[in-house]
């Protein structure tokens, strides 16, 4: 009797030490295997990427997508073990009208709390400024100069400068350009009065037009994320745990670093968001 009690407690705490030590390992795996099914629902991730914000991404002479975004949409699919489908937009108003429409399962996208209907995001992983860009005899010297009566500023459409214009802006007119590359020209050739978008943007098209020139400062702060449809509460949670390991090992750095993005900069750390 006694032998068989003690068989019994040995299986029985053989079978709870299995289970103990089951539980810690099974944990992350369905969480990666959760957020592996919602990433790639149609076999594959469809990752959006906007050519329209040069810091994030762009297109060599080759053809191939580069850029951080790319960098982090291959590192995630890497480490989840799918296979990915890199789905290139000139206009970030583009992007978001595709998670919208549920065409990509990630993005890479300015947070805004319009865009936050549709749209959950990650702590940020880069922050960018926006800044404006006015002819050398405008009589605007400061960012403050802008928002007059009868100032027309013209910003891409869809663009987080946009949603940000759109609710600040009091007085001036907004007028808006297909994408945000086609702004300065744009601006150029409407004789409109600021142009505004993209520091790095903007000072790249200022050196190919001349006579033009940069407000100091910066009229805001982007925080990029990324973003999954609305909803997919396995597939964020991964990704935010995901962005700040890019942003602690230094994987964001490396990546501005590699593809030659000044001005742009880590973002600080952020809090994972809880489950609802």
């Not at 469809?46 to 053809?63: E, Q, V």
């Not at 982090?72 to 429409?101: C, P, T, Y």
């Not at 790249?204 to 999954?228: H, K, N, S, Y």
Request: aromatic share 6%.
């Amino acid at each position: 009797m006694n032998v068989q009690r003690r068989e019994l407690c040995a299986a029985g705490a053989a079978t709870w030490l299995l289970s103990a030590c089951a539980s810690p390992a099974a944990g992350p795996a369905s969480g990666s295997q959760a957020a592996a099914a919602e990433l790639s629902s149609t076999g594959k991730l469809r990752a959006a990427i906007n050519l329209g914000n040069p810091i994030l991404a762009s297109r060599g002479a080759d053809g191939e997508l580069r850029g951080v975004s790319v960098d982090l949409a291959r590192e995630a699919a890497r480490r989840l073990g799918v296979s990915i489908e890199l789905v290139a937009f000139n206009a970030a108003g583009k992007v978001v009208e595709a998670i919208k429409d549920r065409q990509v399962d990630l993005a890479f996208v300015a947070i805004d709390p319009l865009r936050g209907a549709d749209t959950d995001y990650t702590a940020p992983y880069v922050i960018i400024e926006g800044a404006y860009l006015v002819r050398n005899d405008a009589p605007q010297r400061r960012n403050e100069d802008v928002d007059r009566t009868g100032t027309r500023i013209v910003v891409g459409r869809g663009s987080a400068y946009d949603l940000y214009l759109t609710r600040e802006i009091k007085s001036a007119t907004l007028v808006r350009a297909p994408t945000s590359p086609a702004v300065t020209d744009m601006f150029i050739a409407d004789q409109l009065d600021v142009a505004a978008g993209v520091r790095q943007q903007l000072e790249a098209d200022a050196r190919r037009v001349g006579g033009v020139r940069l407000l100091p400062g910066r009229f805001m702060v982007i925080e990029q994320a990324m973003g999954v449809p609305k909803g997919r509460v396995a597939a964020r949670r991964w990704l935010s745990a995901f962005v700040e390991e890019m942003k602690a090992s230094g994987f964001v750095a490396e990546a501005l670093r590699r593809h030659g993005i000044e001005g742009a900069f880590v973002a600080p750390p952020g809090r994972a968001p809880v489950a609802p």
